[in-house]
């Protein structure tokens, strides 16, 4: 293993040896081979998050979406089990579903009618005349992948002899429990999505979701388009309980305001923000009690922390960021709104004031995201020159310690989290 990169050496290194404690190549960013292995060796080789169970309320639901490249199906059966299945008919290839979501009976091929339960199961062929004795139909169904959930998270997997999604989760459990917990008493829901291209590498924005470096300096309109309460909640540069875990397996959670991780801890001393009156006087008058208006006006601002799951999803304060590569220069990414699933006559104004503050910040016309974007692609710009330069991922590695749980930690500012990142795709990228 080197210690560094030289002009004359990083081009040759296998894709493992690009990344060292401290710094990674910025070849990483930009190698088409690199990318192409990527997707083998990382997309199709782990547990890929596909759905919110919520997307798929009943029997006959679907999605279509992506692992990697790949085009996915995702249902849920009359049995109320849930499948995902390549988007490809079994007969000539081509795809079955254009719909991004839906209810169906099942999946008809457009270009010979084959015909598949929800299931993925092959249901019927036209004019079977010609097939006797050179087919079976039976093992001809969708081709499945290894489906599980979690709190409400829906993973898929090529690799069917891997870990159960549980253990790949470990510790990270914890964390989505307790991001679960912000619909103030019920079950959360997706309200809202909307998705955007990116001229850059995949893991350029898998870096971001943990930076707590950038927030102040390239949020700076945000910071001052709040109220004061609010700015004041996210001004954690220099609060020493603000942290960052590794959270092992790539995963990891950036505690932006502590007191905010846990929602179901509230000792009632903290006073609901003044620009919540509204809301707070619109559920009084449809009846709502005051104990469960504080639980859903404490909750419209999420949690206090960001949760990256290696390597496509990241549970955000209060919305879901979705990932998936297209290629090494251009990244695909779905902002997942959320929000409680309760009564209309309750949860609906509360979804609307959730839905405001998410517009207002990682909406297209936000303050934040646009903003994200621009660093994004400029990091992309700038891996072109000089290979041999590394990506800088040092900051904090003399003061990280184990925390009570045996986590690695470190201020909320520093770069555990894209640590965790890089060693979990070394180990998966290296050939042994």
């Known amino acids: 293993m080197t210690t560094d990169f030289t002009a004359e050496t990083v081009h040759d290194l296998p894709p493992a040896d690009l990344v060292l404690e401290d710094r990674v190549a910025g070849?990483?960013?930009?190698?088409?081979?690199?990318?192409?292995?990527?997707?083998?060796?990382?997309?199709?080789?782990?547990?890929?998050?596909?759905?919110?169970?919520?997307?798929?309320?009943?029997?006959?639901?679907?999605?279509?979406?992506?692992?990697?490249r790949q085009p996915v199906i995702v249902t849920r059966d009359r049995k109320g089990n849930i499948?995902?299945?390549?988007?490809?008919?079994?007969?000539?290839?081509?795809?079955?579903?254009?719909?991004?979501?839906?209810?169906a009976n099942g999946f008809t091929c457009p270009y010979h009618a084959w015909s598949y339960g929800l299931d993925g199961q092959l249901r019927g062929i036209p004019y079977p005349e010609g097939y006797e004795g050179v087919m079976d139909k039976s093992g001809l169904g969708l081709k499945?992948?290894?489906?599980?959930?979690?709190?409400?998270?829906?993973?898929?997997?090529?690799?069917?002899?891997?870990?159960?999604?549980?253990?790949f989760l470990g510790d990270v459990k914890l964390w989505i429990d307790r991001f679960m917990a912000q619909g103030g008493g019920y079950?959360?829901?997706?309200?809202?999505?909307?998705?955007?291209?990116?001229?850059?590498?995949?893991?350029?924005?898998?870096?971001?979701?943990?930076?707590?470096?950038h927030f102040p300096i390239v949020h700076r309109s945000w910071m001052a388009s709040v109220d004061a309460e609010t700015a004041e909640m996210m001004s954690f540069m220099t609060d020493p309980t603000a942290v960052t875990h590794d959270l092992g397996n790539g995963h990891s959670v950036m505690q932006m305001v502590p007191e905010h991780s846990?929602?179901?801890?509230?000792?009632?001393?903290?006073?609901?923000?003044?620009?919540?009156?509204?809301?707070?006087?619109?559920?009084?008058?449809?009846?709502?009690?005051?104990?469960?208006?504080?639980?859903?006006?404490?909750?419209?601002?999420?949690?206090?922390?960001?949760?990256?799951l290696f390597p496509n999803v990241s549970m955000s304060i209060s919305f879901l960021r979705v990932l998936r590569?297209?290629?090494?220069?251009?990244?695909?990414?779905?902002?997942?709104?959320?929000?409680?699933?309760?009564?209309?006559?309750?949860?609906?104004?509360?979804?609307?004031e959730r839905l405001r503050a998410h517009e207002h910040f990682q909406g297209p016309f936000g303050f934040g995201t646009p903003d994200d974007s621009e660093g994004w692609d400029r990091v992309q710009r700038g891996a072109q020159g000089a290979p041999e330069m590394p990506i800088m991922v040092n900051r904090g590695l003399g003061r990280e310690k184990p925390s009570d749980q045996g986590w690695p930690t470190s201020h909320v500012t520093d770069e555990t989290g894209m640590r965790a990142a890089y060693q979990q795709w070394k180990q998966m990228m290296s050939d042994d």
């Open 187 to 213: 079950p959360i829901k997706v309200i809202g999505t909307h998705q955007f291209k990116f001229k850059g590498n995949w893991k350029i924005q898998l870096e971001n979701t943990t930076d707590g470096y």
């Open 262 to 308: 846990d929602l179901e801890t509230d000792d009632g001393s903290e006073p609901l923000q003044p620009r919540f009156d509204p809301l707070v006087a619109d559920l009084r008058e449809r009846g709502v009690e005051e104990a469960e208006i504080r639980r859903l006006v404490r909750a419209v601002h999420g949690t206090g922390f960001n949760l990256n």
């Open 27 to 68: 070849r990483m960013y930009t190698d088409p081979e690199i990318f192409e292995q990527e997707m083998t060796k990382v997309f199709e080789s782990t547990w890929v998050w596909v759905a919110h169970e919520s997307e798929l309320p009943k029997a006959g639901s679907f999605k279509s979406t992506y692992v990697g």
């Open 83 to 103: 499948h995902t299945m390549v988007n490809r008919c079994r007969h000539r290839g081509a795809s079955l579903c254009e719909q991004r979501s839906g209810h």
């Open 144 to 167: 499945k992948l290894r489906t599980e959930s979690y709190g409400g998270m829906v993973f898929a997997t090529n690799a069917l002899d891997i870990e159960p999604l549980e253990d």
């Open 325 to 352: 590569p297209i290629s090494v220069n251009e990244t695909y990414v779905e902002h997942v709104a959320l929000g409680p699933d309760g009564p209309a006559e309750i949860v609906d104004p509360v979804n609307r």
